[in-house]
């Protein structure tokens, strides 16, 4: 298995701008989770699905920030005006339904977004 | 040591020592415990997991102790290498939650 995709690695833009990051999860996983790392505020979880369905959204900073699951396969957490302060590492992680009450989450490489 | 700012905690040691790093979690309904191991450039890898019926679990070269008395965490990690050095987080589960909370992270620095 090729873990959890995403893309880009990088990105950057400029205030104002529309921002898209996608995510693969792992295939079979029930849970996906959208985190953001920074020094000040360590790693923030802000949205999370369970079976393409979110379920809460309690940690998106604003409303600028919106996140989709149109199918189990493809993620979206897109940041339409970007501001500065939203530049930081974007992680997306995976995790399946485990009976065995095990919670492990498997974390994608990270986009790391700096805007100007 | 704590989290101060910016700065987090680092623990230096040299190869082949053992390394105890040490977490305090906050919510005694927590039921399962996780470490994590980031390093630089790369998301978060599982090590070793938990949960609250034990009190210690071992792994490859790992263990993590559990003291639910005085929530405290602590992962320790026998003979170690260069290659460990990286930023260890703990997490927690609290019962009858999908979700995970992070704790700051310790960064490990392995000098040869």
């Known amino acids: 298995d090729a873990g959890v995709i995403q893309s880009p690695r990088h990105e950057v833009t400029e205030m104002g701008q529309e921002v898209t990051l996608r995510c693969k999860p792992i295939?079979?996983?029930?849970?996906l989770f959208w985190y953001r790392q920074t020094m000040m505020r360590g790693l923030e979880l802000l949205i999370y699905?369970?079976?393409?369905?979110?379920?809460?959204d309690s940690g998106m900073p604003e409303d600028r920030f919106s996140a989709k699951m149109p199918n189990a396969s493809f993620s979206t957490l897109k940041i339409q005006p970007s501001e500065p302060r939203d530049s930081a590492v974007y992680f997306c992680?995976?995790?399946?339904?485990?009976?065995?009450?095990?919670?492990?989450?498997?974390f994608g490489p990270g986009t790391r977004l700096t805007v100007t | 040591g704590e989290s101060v700012g910016l700065h987090l905690p680092t623990l230096s040691v040299q190869e082949g020592d053992n390394s105890i790093i040490n977490c305090a979690y906050s919510?005694?309904?927590?039921?399962?415990f996780i470490w994590y191991k980031q390093e630089s450039g790369k998301g978060p890898q599982f090590i070793i997991d938990?949960?609250?019926?034990?009190d210690k679990r071992q792994g490859q070269r790992v263990t993590v102790l559990l003291n639910k008395t005085v929530k405290h965490l602590s992962l320790q990690i026998a003979a170690t290498q260069p290659g460990d050095s990286a930023v260890y987080f703990c997490?927690?589960?609290?019962?009858?939650?999908?979700?995970?909370?992070f704790g700051k992270g310790t960064m490990l620095l392995v000098s040869p």
């Open positions: 992680a995976s995790s399946p339904l485990d009976r065995r009450a095990t919670y492990e989450q498997y």
């Open positions: 295939s079979g996983h029930d849970y």
């Open positions: 699905f369970n079976n393409n369905v979110p379920i809460d």
């Open positions: 919510n005694s309904a927590s039921d399962y």
């Open positions: 938990i949960r609250s019926n034990m």
């Open positions: 997490a927690e589960r609290k019962r009858g939650y999908s979700t995970l909370t």
